[in-house]
């Protein structure tokens, strides 16, 4: 597959790093696996360098762009390779709801700038149910703390509220060599799949996220301190939760409990 040769200068404001390597663009692709009539939506297609093979197979796609002067460059990369509706907006502002209307849920995929990778992912969690599936590349840090489990030291807010919501996947790493301009750091590819039957009962679901953010928010500190304020030490342990217990220790269930000792 050939890409584009002459690039736009990527813009730091926006964290943008054009991926250039072909054999990791047939490594999402093949993670993707669309197929005719997926409907699909990329997050941050830059110059097209996923976008121009998703289309190849699928014959569709919704890009989300930011960067105006990156639209021309897109299109004429696609050209004649599907049909591509670009919509230049901000993701972390697009309403998925909208665009789907009546029509099947969103395969959603993209190289995610990241300085907004964090905030977007929870933007997209709260649009969850118009979504099949999603296929991100990340910073690698952020997709260790994403798929972490407790007692992990990357396990956090994000690992909880994500994986109540989805199953997610680490999938394989991505060296700073293979986009232009290189980043600092190595990257990965993760799925993320909502899943169809939740794993714990949970009533309050604001409620929920704000015991995890707030337990997270100072997660040295045990329960019984970081938590003050919403649970004291008595409903904690009525939850059946050790209030000497750091965040970090607790699984969805135990979160789910300390959520439903509020009510």
């Given amino acids: ?25 047939e490594r999402i692709v093949a993670a993707i696996r669309p197929v005719p009539g997926d409907r699909l939506v990329e997050i941050g ?18 890009a989300i762009e930011l960067d105006r002067d990156l639209l021309e460059p897109l299109q004429a990369y696609c050209a004649g390779m599907g049909v591509l ?9 697009f309403d998925l709801g909208a665009l789907r209307g009546a029509g099947p849920r969103f395969r959603v995929a993209g190289n995610l700038p990241y300085n907004i990778s964090t905030p977007l992912l929870f ?5 969850i149910e118009h979504l099949r599936d999603l296929h991100f590349m990340l910073q690698q840090e952020v997709v260790a703390r994403m798929v972490a489990g407790p007692g992990e030291a990357a396990y956090g807010r994000l690992s909880v509220m994500l994986q109540y919501r989805c199953q997610a996947e ?3 790493t991505v060296s700073p060599e293979s986009f232009r301009p290189a980043p600092k750091v190595w990257s990965a590819v993760v799925r993320l799949v909502p899943r169809e039957t939740l794993p714990v009962v949970i009533e309050d679901e604001q409620r929920f996220a704000e015991i995890v ?10 329960l019984r301190n970081s938590l003050r304020g919403l649970l ?12 000497g217990a750091r965040p970090e220790t607790l699984g969805l269930a135990a979160f789910a409990a300390l959520s439903q000792s509020c009510t």
């Fill in 213 to 222: 953010r707030q337990a997270f928010s100072q997660r040295r500190k045990t």
């Fill in 85 to 93: 509706r670009v919509h230049q907006a901000d993701a972390l502002a």
């Fill in 1 to 25: 597959m050939n890409l584009p040769q002459r690039l736009p200068i990527p813009r730091k404001r926006f964290g943008q790093h054009f991926l250039r390597d072909p054999s990791v663009i």
């Fill in 123 to 127: 933007h997209l969690l709260g649009q």
């Fill in 45 to 62: 297609p830059g110059l097209g360098a996923l976008t121009r093979p998703l289309l190849a197979v699928a014959g569709e796609l919704d």
């Fill in 232 to 243: 004291d030490a008595v409903q904690i342990e009525a939850a059946g939760v050790d209030p």
């Fill in 170 to 172: 680490s999938l394989f």
